[in-house]
């Protein structure tokens, strides 16, 4: 709560961006077991930018308006403190919070991340999109009736529930507008006036937007009370730093990435993993190859952690394998080769990943190992990144890889939940 207080008096002005990043782990915000034991389980260790701004400005009750891209962390910046609050707060038989997003792509994206977040909780929620059959519409119905902690929804469909009577609203202490912009160029304005006619006055409004034209600021004054505002540009890596992907099965990753180490002889290689137990994992195999080869993670003490970081700035070991956790702030200027075992979450993830290399002037090589199931997370990295990460060559003696060929999910894209009494993520 301290960290929330003086971040709170340092934007007293509510405007602005907070520059002093702090690389919390999320543990640090204060938030409640059960949600921390969510965001470890997806993967997650350290909050991006956004998220330390954004995060104990919800937790504190403000109306927020943030430029922010995707790929910037911002799903989490508002899901976090939201779920956090209504493990306290949640009205039984209520709609609590409800995002409005203009895709149904989006939608299924973030309730997603939702099941992630909540699998630890007694939360439920739903996604609520056109372009299902009757049976959805009917799910869907039977949950906005009984009520579901969290709704993601595009406008359409849920204008098409509002008008039918049944949509319990009455208790609703969040409204998200995400992608507003995007939104409003698709002509959503008018339903989402109609949708904002139904709320409660009394209610918590967060907004955000890639750009912040005339026609975002209008909206915002007529939703939110005396917002702050967040602006959250996505940084790009250094020219400097040589990218490449390699497009391969899961089964795969571990001969690739020996096959690089062996090929290259680079002094100093830093490995991500996305979860504590693929570093784990990767640890051990590498070091029944014979490399030189520590982890570090979350599990560690601080102490421990600490003497790993130094033996790899020595070089008393060649290769570091870790989580998110050394994604920022680590202070080593030579570090040869980043290796993305795990595609990052995010673009903001990428790019402080890959920006571990090509430090203090030298030039640096980052790869990146994507199997089937994330390449649709790279494309949207290199959607962010404008322009396409050059494709490495794996050995054929490693065996056929699978073809670069992303896929957006579709409109039977699975939803989680279905009814506001069987648990989300279960």
Same mark, same amino acid.
């Given at each position: 709560?301290?960290?929330?207080?003086?971040? =709170?008096? /340092?934007? *007293?002005?509510?405007?602005?961006?907070? @520059?002093?990043?702090?690389? &919390?782990?999320? %543990?640090?915000?204060?938030?409640?077991?059960?949600?921390?034991?969510?965001?470890?389980?997806?993967?997650?260790?350290?909050?991006?930018?956004?998220?330390?701004?954004?995060?104990?400005?919800?937790?504190?009750?403000?109306? =927020?308006? /943030?430029? *922010?891209?995707?790929?910037?962390?911002? @799903?989490?910046?508002?899901? &976090?403190?939201? %779920?956090?609050?209504?493990?306290?707060?949640?009205?039984?038989?209520?709609?609590?919070?409800?995002?409005?997003?203009?895709?149904?792509?989006?939608?299924?994206?973030?309730?997603?991340?939702?099941?992630?977040?909540?699998?630890?909780?007694?939360?439920?929620?739903?996604?609520?999109?056109?372009?299902?059959?009757?049976?959805?519409?009917?799910?869907?119905?039977?949950?906005?009736?009984?009520?579901?902690?969290?709704?993601?929804?595009?406008?359409?469909?849920m204008i098409a529930h509002l008008n039918m009577g049944y949509v319990k609203l009455d208790g609703l202490q969040f409204l998200i507008l995400?992608?507003?912009?995007?939104?409003?160029?698709?002509?959503?304005?008018?339903?989402?006036?109609?949708?904002?006619?139904?709320?409660?006055?009394?209610?918590?409004?967060?907004?955000?937007?890639?750009?912040?034209?005339?026609?975002?600021?209008?909206?915002?004054?007529?939703?939110?009370?005396?917002?702050?505002?967040?602006?959250?540009?996505?940084?790009k890596p250094p020219d400097k730093i040589i990218q490449e992907v390699f497009i391969v099965y899961e089964s795969q990753k571990l001969p690739v990435v020996k096959w690089i180490l062996r090929k290259h002889n680079f002094q100093t290689v830093l490995i991500f993993?996305?979860?504590?137990?693929?570093?784990?994992?990767?640890t051990r195999e590498l070091k029944r190859s014979n490399f030189s080869v520590r982890e570090i993670h979350s599990d560690l003490e601080q102490q421990e952690r600490e003497q790993v970081l130094?033996?790899?700035?020595?070089?008393?070991?060649?290769?570091?394998?870790?989580?998110?956790?050394?994604?920022?702030?680590i202070d080593i200027d030579n570090i040869d080769l980043v290796i993305n075992f795990d595609v990052p979450h995010d673009g903001e993830d990428y790019v402080h990943r890959i920006g571990r290399t090509a430090r203090a002037e030298n030039e640096g090589m980052a790869f990146t190992l994507v199997s089937e199931k994330e390449q649709g997370k790279l494309a949207s990295i290199e959607e962010l990144l404008g322009k396409p990460v050059p494709k490495g060559k794996v050995p054929p003696e490693l065996g056929a890889v699978p073809a670069y060929q992303p896929k957006r999910k579709n409109n039977n894209g699975k939803r989680r939940f279905s009814h506001p009494n069987h648990h989300s993520g279960r």
């Amino acid at each position: 709560m301290r960290y929330i207080c003086c971040f =709170l008096q /340092a934007i *007293a002005s509510g405007r602005g961006q907070f @520059t002093n990043f702090k690389n &919390l782990n999320f %543990i640090e915000f204060g938030l409640d077991q059960r949600l921390v034991e969510g965001i470890e389980s997806s993967g997650y260790e350290t909050a991006t930018p956004i998220q330390e701004q954004v995060i104990p400005l919800i937790l504190s009750g403000k109306d =927020l308006i /943030a430029s *922010a891209q995707t790929g910037t962390g911002k @799903t989490a910046a508002f899901l &976090l403190p939201i %779920i956090n609050r209504l493990m306290t707060t949640r009205t039984e038989e209520h709609i609590n919070a409800l995002i409005v997003v203009p895709t149904r792509e989006l939608a299924i994206q973030i309730s997603e991340h939702i099941d992630g977040f909540t699998y630890f909780t007694p939360l439920s929620s739903i996604a609520v999109y056109g372009g299902s059959d009757g049976f959805s519409f009917s799910n869907e119905k039977q949950a906005l009736s009984r009520g579901a902690d969290i709704v993601v929804c595009t406008p359409g469909r849920m204008i098409a529930h509002l008008n039918m009577g049944y949509v319990k609203l009455d208790g609703l202490q969040f409204l998200i507008l995400d992608e507003a912009d995007r939104m409003l160029d698709m002509g959503f304005y008018e339903d989402i006036m109609k949708i904002i006619s139904f709320l409660p006055a009394q209610r918590q409004n967060l907004m955000f937007s890639a750009t912040m034209p005339p026609k975002i600021r209008i909206l915002a004054k007529k939703i939110l009370h005396d917002p702050a505002e967040i602006n959250i540009a996505l940084s790009k890596p250094p020219d400097k730093i040589i990218q490449e992907v390699f497009i391969v099965y899961e089964s795969q990753k571990l001969p690739v990435v020996k096959w690089i180490l062996r090929k290259h002889n680079f002094q100093t290689v830093l490995i991500f993993g996305s979860k504590k137990q693929s570093v784990k994992d990767l640890t051990r195999e590498l070091k029944r190859s014979n490399f030189s080869v520590r982890e570090i993670h979350s599990d560690l003490e601080q102490q421990e952690r600490e003497q790993v970081l130094l033996d790899f700035k020595n070089r008393k070991i060649n290769i570091l394998v870790a989580t998110d956790i050394l994604s920022r702030g680590i202070d080593i200027d030579n570090i040869d080769l980043v290796i993305n075992f795990d595609v990052p979450h995010d673009g903001e993830d990428y790019v402080h990943r890959i920006g571990r290399t090509a430090r203090a002037e030298n030039e640096g090589m980052a790869f990146t190992l994507v199997s089937e199931k994330e390449q649709g997370k790279l494309a949207s990295i290199e959607e962010l990144l404008g322009k396409p990460v050059p494709k490495g060559k794996v050995p054929p003696e490693l065996g056929a890889v699978p073809a670069y060929q992303p896929k957006r999910k579709n409109n039977n894209g699975k939803r989680r939940f279905s009814h506001p009494n069987h648990h989300s993520g279960r």
